[in-house]
């Protein structure tokens, strides 16, 4: 028999947002500021952190060469996302996760019955570009590989319903449209 006090609580699951898009665009600023001002228990999951735990053998993830990496990378931000989601905790993803990547998440989600949004940040070029070589630190700032991946988020297809243009907007005003978003089912996989 077991005292009310002293039985396991059990959480309802989580949702994941996935905050996609190229360098630059905002991703980990607007995650940010969307897990720390979220209703409910939130995680905020920055995926370059998974790829910078490499120490020996790291590929950069945009070079061909980088396929096997990028796989057990994406594995393991599958993993970690869930393990929050399962939790009881909202789960923010931010990083660089196109429609190439997306088979994991979709199949691990829908084994969990965890809901799954995909929201991708598409500042214009030229905006992308400037936010991009003005970071500190090691993140990307090399023209070819930025270009080239904003080209990979281009023309999404049938996922174009999933781009916000962040352009003109404030970091408040991007957390604004990618929550009404989320709410309205509008980023749901």
């Known amino acids: 028999m077991t005292n009310d006090a002293t039985a396991p609580q059990t959480a309802e699951a989580g949702a994941i947002i996935i905050l996609s898009g190229p360098p630059g665009s905002g991703k980990t600023t607007v995650g940010q500021a969307l897990a720390e001002s979220a209703e409910r228990p939130t995680a905020h999951v920055v995926t370059d952190s998974f790829y910078v735990a490499i120490k ?3 590929v950069p993830p945009f070079l061909p060469e980088a396929a ?3 796989d057990v990378v994406i594995g393991v931000i599958v993993q ?11 789960v923010v993803v ?12 979709l199949t691990r989600a829908a084994d969990a019955r965890i809901g799954l949004s995909f929201v991708v940040l598409r500042p214009s070029l030229e905006q992308t570009f400037s936010r991009a070589i003005s970071r500190e630190g090691k993140q990307l700032k090399a023209s070819g590989p930025i270009k080239g ?10 996922l174009e319903k999933h781009v916000i243009d962040s352009t003109v907007h404030s970091v408040g005003a991007t957390v604004e449209h990618v929550r009404a978003g989320v709410r309205a089912g509008r980023f749901l996989l």
């Open 68 to 70: 096997r990496q990028n």
């Open 56 to 58: 020996k053998g790291f």
């Open 80 to 90: 970690s996302a869930l393990g929050y989601a399962k939790g009881g905790y909202d």
């Open 149 to 158: 991946l904003y080209g990979a988020f281009e023309n999404l297809g049938a």
């Open 94 to 105: 931010d990083g660089i996760i196109g429609p190439w990547s997306l088979p994991p998440f």
